[in-house]
């Protein structure tokens, strides 16, 4: 798939709140808005499927100590 020749097209407004989360992402992988926005639907659909079959998400500092993060879908 290339974007000259997109699976899905979809246009969204986008929060505020989300407006400022893409820039900053953008400012930190260098990705353009349209690869940040797939992998974020992408991780978002796995998270999902993770948390529909009883699983949950953790994060790992660099230390080793665990947090539950919660997710509210």
Known sequence: MSE???VGRVNVALIAEAVDALAKL???T???K????????LVYE???AELKAGKQV?????DGRDQL?????
């Open 34 to 41: 349209v690869d940040l926005v797939n992998r974020a639907l």
């Open 46 to 48: 796995f998270v999902d």
């Open 26 to 28: 953008q400012e930190r």
């Open 69 to 73: 993060v919660k997710i509210f879908l």
């Open 30 to 32: 260098g990705l353009k």
């Open 58 to 62: 953790l994060v790992r500092d660099q």
């Open 4 to 6: 000259d020749n997109p």
